[in-house]
């Protein structure tokens, strides 16, 4: 019995290898993110564990709230705990260093890496066994006007020693001698980033610190670096967190890799997408080649084989492609990952890696899920073949026959429906924590996706006579048998369909949910931005030196200026970090609309104002007192001096004074400036001057009108929808195969209905135009019924979001129907060449 | 010249082999036959005698290993692939045994069909003779599952005759039907020939088949055995038992 599965299995390479490779896709994205990302974390282990070599004990501020992904002031170690650790008597060596972020310009005059990879500025420790990299080339910056730079960047950007770079951060833009080129673990590039090194001091002054990032210390002889980590402890107490080299190694680490967890998800969720889509299509092959081998099934029958025996040899095919797709998919995810990265570098996001990491894990789990979802999806067919009677293989072979829409399988196809748009209700509506919230509402899409898809056979003969129409028209006789081709089977139509409707309706759903956060951000910005310009990090989203706004303020024709920093507490009975926003009060309102800005004029150390939402979720009224702990573990009481409503969404839930935010939080930089115009000054004249200042000194930051902050933002939303859409692409290029693989095997079917064409006189073209239009008739299927279904989900998952602009983008939706139908186009060219390269008389010969 | 006797379809020193080195299959050899305009041929023999061999060779569907065949004044065997596939829609007609109808299709649009691949217009005269000839008045807008066997036939003859070509070409037309549908068929086909002047060329191996033609060929053995009057199926029965 295995021998016939296999056998035929081999016999039909064609059709198996695209079988195969609609599995082999999704695993190829599977396996891809799993060598991307352990490469990622590998390089940053690395990079960490060797900066840490020479260290035994080192000591970071602690931190009562993680601001690190803010991008705000981080606290400090003081001189005061350097001067203790240096005290204790089990400590050789200390040493305090700094490391932030700061601007480095390339040669042309603009930062430094594609928008989004960091630069960072840092400090020599005074030892060189703490430092964190090795000169390569040249020497360590010795004077406050030399620098060293990593060697990766020296060679993207050009620079070589002796050349000058120009840095800002804290303080204003200064120029540096390049002396040196550095190294880490043995790599030019600090995992993607620019680093720039300078001397202690000059690094202290440039980054506008008192204090340290890390204190380092070495131990004496004698002393291990547990002991070491344990004197510390003990001296210093609790401000600051103590750990071993490796430990605090290990720590940033994971640091990484929390943040860098979204993105696994992301791309793990993507490449089931693409599964998904891969499991219609080995479900729809499978049924089709289980109906045209009925006969032969039924014949092993008859010579005695036994229902399970059946099942087995078609479960054992799914088996084989299932094992082949993954093989070939773990190949290709190997050879794919440097290609992700590309990717994501192409978008802004520059991560490091060093070699590719194939982890056990990576191939386990690629198999194991491309095999399982063959399996699972060949098993329908598997019963279905077990149900033929021998009796089939006594009769003589009647011609395929039309295929009513099974009334049970749209039935079930209905029901899988409703599951799926409640359990999408239950996540979107149901207080669920976002996680369970996601899987309820995975899981719903998922069933939804399924149930369309077998309800969507009743659906394709009315479809496939509004898009089939118009080809009949134009073309005659050939765009006829085109449509009623693709409604003979319309159960075969809609999944081949369907599983192109998955990938449109995904696109579908991202552009609209993507336009409608343009249109909310622009309106935001128009309705409640008051200020002539916005001054903001030239990366987008980091925060600034409290410098740029002062400088700012000093431009002619420039009338008010305020600057807004944010942070996060901890409020008591309350779960979770709270967004603090810290204003300047006598200007903010100036410059900003909130309804209740009387509120935010009044605020003085001690008070606040929350947002409407904070409040109506919390239950909170004016009057009441706040507890708030800080990032820096510092606790604070503050009273509730009034409610505000924010439609524009720039500030978080808790709004006070600035000065309060920088005493309290230790928030120092601001995330954005609003800049207003004096009396009679004009906003062009005005905008070329604080640009001159800025480039000048701060090129950090940028300075932009109303329209250009919108654009900015509609860019950034763009960049993201790009990124998703090229992800999205892989499920659509996997449903194609599936229109390949659906229409190769129709062909087969009906062999010698193509013979008689071509003998009554049809050209070779003409064949070719039916196949084609057919496609064609199925992919707008697919596309129109995909393209319905986003919109419906996305008005769905935008009901819950307040104030959400919906716009169907009509030009979108166009275009995408436009390119199903080349899609539909490019899968037939293979079937479309078989078909009419068929000969005559074998055609018509053909059983 | 008379028309009667102007040759429509010749075959001249016809031979197809099948294969190469010792197993090639020799399956007709050095075959030469004219069809005159109008006439109505049967051809015979046993199977493996090279029957349907020269019918597709005649039809332009294969290709001689050598000799020459012209239809309608066009030599074929030397024609590519687009013009045989011009001269099939112009100028032949076929019935096969299995009717290939297009299930998808019904039977006006069966019939339909070679017209519209050719994208010509249907003579609207001609079309309600031929649908009034074939006696399916009422059943034109069924699919072919909808119809018996001897209805589907008699779509496939309607078909085959739409683009009033020069010679149809029928292999076995009834070799799927009962004996009371053959008989309606052949008959069908009689009338074409007698009231239409059409060129009929019909392998079969049912003597009674062929005692409605004209004119009975035998081959066996990929020669020409027999060549002449048909007569009765009794005669015909006489003929192939003889060789």
Redesign the interface.
Known sequence: MRKVALRGLFARKLRLALTALAVALGVTLIAGTYVFTDTINRSFDRIFSESAKGTDASITPRQAIDTSDSGGTAPTVSRAVLDRVRRSPSVANAAGSVFDSGTVLGKDGERVGTRGAPNFIASLADQPRFDGFTVKQGRRPASPDEAAIDAGTADKEGFALGDRVALSADAPRKEYEIVGLTQIAGVDSFGGTTVVTLTLDEALRMLGKRGFDQVQASARPGVTPLQLRDELRAALGRAVDVRTGQEEAREQSLDIRDSLGFLTTALLAFAGISLFVGAFIIFNTFSITVAQRMREFALLRTMGASRGQIMRSVIAEGFVIGVLGSLAGLAMGIAVAPGLRALFRAVGVDLPSSGNVIATRTIVVALAVGTLVSVVAGLAPAIRATRVSPMVALHEGAAPSLARPSRRLSLLGGLTLAVGIGLMSVGLFGSLSTNAALSFMGAGASATFLGVALFSSLLVRPLAAIVGRPLEAMFGVTGRLARENTMRQPGRTAVTAAALMIGVALVTFASIFAAGARDSIASAVDDNLRSAFVVQNVDGFSSYSPNVLAAVAQVDGVGSVSGIRFSQARVRGIDGDTAVTGVQPDTFAALYRVDGEEHVRALAPGSVVIGKGFAQDHGLRTGRRLQLTTPSGRRVTVAITGIVDDKGGLTGGVILDRGQLERDFGERKDAFGLVGLASGADADTVQPAIERVLEDRFPEADVLTAQEFKDDISGQVNQLLGLIYALLALAIIVSLFGIVNTLVLSITERTRELGLLRAIGTTRRQVRRVVRYEAVITSLIGALIGAVLGVILAVLFTRPLEDFPLSIPVVTLVVLLIAAGIAGVLAAVLPARRASKLNVLDALAHE | MQLATSVLVSASDVTRVFGEGEASVRALNGVSIDFPVGGFTAIMGPSGSGKSTLM?ILAG??RPTSGSVTLDGVEITTLD??HL??????R???V?Q?F?L????DAR?NIL??L????KRPDPEWLAQLIDTVALGDRLDH?P?ELSGGQQQRVAVA?ALA?RPAVVFADEPTGNLDSRSSGELLALLRRCVDEFGQTIVMVTHDATAASYADRLVILADGRIVHDGEAGAPGDVLDLMKAV
């Open positions: 597709h569907l294969d692939d687009k596939t011009e001269l099939r829609r112009e032949v007609g076929f096969f299995s290939n297009l299930p998808v299709l649009e069909l070679p519209s691949i050719a994208g699919r599952s078909r683009s």
